[in-house]
């Protein structure tokens, strides 16, 4: 299913939480799948959310490679890019256990940007942070140490497990301060038209628990009540559930 990238767009204007509720609305998935666990953080959490797809790699640093170049691999995950749908979201599954060292710096982060990768994800270590920040560049890390090691890459455009989320080549993804979410490809464009939809009717409580208006228990019930019989319409007409 093709996404366009006006769909890319409206889906970076929503945080990752709106982008799971949204989700739930088709009940494609059990609601406690689909997002990277909380080892999987924001490093500049004052960014704009990133929407990508999956250019995934294994990665680990705690033994040299067994000959080749340890950024050898670096122009074939380049050629991937120009297979994917879209802008690529560099996605490592770090496989050391805990992390021994960074899977990325500033020159990997500048390479990656320069071919129109919107962001980098690993459950492994960064490092370059602010040299990092300085490009604008999103990315989301297990943690942060100064050495690249022995770093190489083991295998690339395979299925991977990042924050206990398979994460498969081309998967869309989408994070921000609160975290990464795939959002499934076969509704993504119908994510991105209903958010607003279900932000209004949130805001049907929301203004009210944050007006001057004097609060009672039967006017929250009241908005509330309004709140999910919009929401159960929403439901009705996007669920997949059958």
Known sequence: MTITQDTLNKLATFDSPSICNFIELFQVRPRNQGYMDGRVQSNFPDFPPMVGFACTTQFRSDAPPVGGDAYGSIDQQLSLFSD??????????????PAVAA???????????????????????????????????????????????????????????????????????????????????????????????????????????KSSEEKTVEKFTERRTEFQSVVAKLIERVSRAS
């Not at 990042?162 to 993804?173: E, F, I, K, S």
């Open 84 to 97: 994917l749908p879209g802008p690529a979201v560099l996605t490592f599954q770090d496989v050391d256990d």
């Open 103 to 209: 899977v990325f710096g500033e020159v990997m982060c500048s390479t990656y940007q320069a071919y129109g990768a919107a962001g980098l994800i690993t459950n492994g270590g960064g490092r370059d942070l602010e040299q990092v920040r300085a490009l604008g560049f999103p990315v989301f890390t297990g943690s942060t140490i100064c050495s690249h090691g022995y770093c190489h890459m083991l295998h690339i455009g395979l299925p991977i497990r990042v924050g206990g989320l398979m994460v498969n080549q081309g998967d869309l993804l989408h994070g921000d301060a609160n975290g990464v979410t795939n959002i499934p490809v076969d509704i993504a464009t119908e994510v991105a038209d209903i958010g607003d939809e279900f932000l209004a009717a949130e805001n049907i409580v929301m203004d009210y628990v």
